[in-house]
């Protein structure tokens, strides 16, 4: 018997095809799973999907290995991850780790423990191929007003920041520039300080990244392009300035917000405690604690990049891997 032919939200028909594929993104702080179906607009639709926190970077800066307790977290996360895709049959998977696995010597024992209790192989991506991932998860954001974006995923463990900018001629959307630096949220907190230090320690960084990128690609043009930002920290302070009373993703995931006025909800953030924080519907109290270091992060990035609007994803490197998987990119 044919399978029916599935609708997603947007009442497009699903291919008859009952092939899904998956993706799992295993950052510092978050694991994540992805399972979708591709439709026949080149998009595709979501069939189940996971998020939980384990913060398998913790304490990684300071000692440089995974700490067991974190890798119990991470291995019981991904256990999860292997029972809802056996709902799924044998799909197609990719299951990607960053910048907490790049960075930890005992990272190949996670990789061990992740197939051998939840029969999940891990794959550690470099810097330049989780931008890389990055960029193409986001790419169909980029406002078609514009001649470019500056996507940036303010991760655990590190930041990528990739510029997208337009073919004039083919109106494909290229990679000009692409750069991944060990600023995080995790990483960042553990440091210590207030917002104040953040800033200062992060500023010249971010400095850096922009004077590789004029003798690379040349001078990012702040009038014609427009920043695209994705991960927890972003994606929070949409919902803030939305004064969503949950989370909500169907209304955050490509939200077109002011740079002015996210920066008006940075400094109402880092003026709360983080028990302020944690009671707020959009942040909670997994993600209350790192948000200073997030704001800071993304003040920064702001001021050497001042674009007038910035576009919200709630999507990035699944996606990219299942755009990939499904041959869409």
Known sequence: MQAPEETDKKGERARKSPHAFAAIDLGTNNCRLLVARPLR????????SFSRI??????????????EDAMARTV???????RRLRRHGAVPLRAVATAACRHARNADALVARAEEEAGIRLEIVSEAEEA????????????????????????????????LRRNADTQTIETAFA??????????????GDYARHVREV???????????????????VETHHLLGTSGTVTTLAGVSLALPRYDRQKIDGSWHERLRLLEVVDHLVALTSAERAKMPCVGPERADLMTAGCAAFAALQAQWPCARLRV?????????????????
């Open 54 to 67: 384990v913060r398998l970077g913790e304490g990684v800066a300071s000692s440089g290995t995974l700490s």
């Open 132 to 163: 890389r991932l990055a960029a193409v998860g986001c790419a169909p954001l980029v406002g078609r007003e514009y001649e470019g974006a500056l996507v940036f995923d303010i991760g655990g463990g590190s930041t990528e920041m990739i510029w």
């Open 203 to 221: 500023t010249p960084v971010f400095e850096e990244v922009a004077r590789a990128m004029r003798e690379a690609a040349g001078a990012f043009p």
């Open 179 to 192: 750069a991944s630096v060990p600023v995080g949220v995790v990483s960042l907190s553990e440091t210590g």
């Open 313 to 329: 994803a709630d999507r990035g490197l699944r996606e990219g891997i299942l755009r990939e998987l499904m041959g869409h990119a």
């Open 41 to 48: 607009s080149g998009g595709f639709r979501v069939l189940d």
């Open 76 to 82: 019981a996360a991904l256990k999860i991850c292997a």
